[in-house]
C-alpha cells in the first residue's frame, strides 16, 4: 500500500536545532506538495515538486525552510534553526499531474513541537 | 490574491438533521479548482470532491451533496441525515495555477 507516508510522525526538539522530514508519495504520483498547518488553521501551501522539479517555492515561510525531492521519489523538509513559532503539524500531499489539479492524497503529517 | 472563507467556525448537529456547510472563495483566474476535504480526529485530511470553474453542475453523492454557484462565489457543502460518524473538521479549498489555499475549516459535531 499504498498512501502517502511521513516520517517521522511525531518530533521534538529544542530551539535553534534542524529538522528533517521525510514524505514518501503515492508511487506513481509525481506531483509532491508540502504544507504546515496550525492549531485551528486549514492547512497552508509551503512548496510544491513535479518529479524533482521544484516548481513553487516563494511560498516556504523563510529561508530556514527547504525542500528537497532529489530523485523524483521521496521528498524531505528541513527547517534549520528552529524556533518555537515553527510548532505545527507538516502534511505532504501527492497527485497524479493529469488532468491537472486533481485531488491530493495527503499523508498523517509530521507534528513538529520547538521547546 | 485566493482567498477561502468558510465562516462557520464551528456547527453542532442532532443526529439525522441535515447540515449545510458555506464555502465562499475570491479568484482572478478564470480557471479554478474547489476542493472540500474531511479532518477527522485522527488527522489525516480525506478528499470529498473536486470542482473546476467551468462544471457548475451540483453533485450528490449518498447522503453528500454540494452546491456551486459561480454568481455567488460559493460552494457549499449538505450532510443530509447527518451522523455521528460525520464529526470533522471540514475544509473547502481553492487551487488555481501554482498553490491551494484551504478555508479555516467548519468543525461539525454530530451528537447522538
Known amino acids: 500500500d499504498t498512501g502517502v507516508s511521513q516520517d517521522p510522525r511525531h518530533k521534538i526538539t529544542k530551539r535553534g536545532q534542524n529538522v528533517t522530514f521525510r514524505c514518501d508519495p503515492i508511487s506513481e504520483h509525481n506531483r509532491l506538495y508540502w504544507y504546515r498547518q496550525t492549531l485551528g488553521q486549514g492547512p497552508e501551501f509551503l512548496t510544491y515538486f513535479q518529479n524533482e522539479a521544484q516548481l513553487e517555492k516563494s511560498r516556504l515561510l523563510s529561508d530556514r525552510f527547504s525542500a528537497e525531492r532529489p530523485k523524483g521519489s521521496f521528498s524531505t523538509l528541513e527547517i534549520q534553526r528552529t524556533e518555537q513559532g515553527d510548532s505545527a503539524m507538516y502534511l505532504c500531499?501527492?497527485?497524479?499531474?493529469?488532468?491537472?489539479?486533481?485531488?491530493?492524497?495527503f499523508g498523517p503529517g509530521t507534528r513538529l513541537t520547538v521547546l | 490574491a485566493q482567498k477561502v472563507t468558510q465562516a462557520q467556525t464551528e456547527i453542532s448537529v442532532v443526529e439525522k438533521e441535515d447540515v449545510t456547510l458555506d464555502c465562499v472563495y475570491e479568484t482572478r483566474d478564470t480557471t479554478y479548482y474547489l476542493f472540500w476535504y474531511k479532518q477527522p480526529p485522527s488527522g489525516e485530511l480525506v478528499f470529498l470532491i473536486r470542482?473546476?470553474?467551468?462544471?457548475?453542475q451540483n453533485e450528490i453523492s449518498g447522503r453528500y451533496s454540494w452546491n456551486f454557484q459561480k454568481s455567488t462565489s460559493s460552494f457549499n457543502f449538505t450532510i443530509t441525515a447527518s451522523q455521528v460518524v460525520d464529526s470533522a473538521v471540514y475544509f473547502c479549498?481553492?487551487?488555481?495555477?501554482?498553490?491551494?489555499?484551504f478555508g479555516a475549516g467548519t468543525r461539525l459535531t454530530v451528537k447522538p
Open positions: 500531499a501527492s497527485s497524479h499531474p493529469a488532468p491537472s489539479y486533481n485531488e491530493q492524497f
Open positions: 479549498a481553492l487551487s488555481g495555477l501554482n498553490d491551494m489555499r
Open positions: 470542482r473546476n470553474s467551468f462544471d457548475e
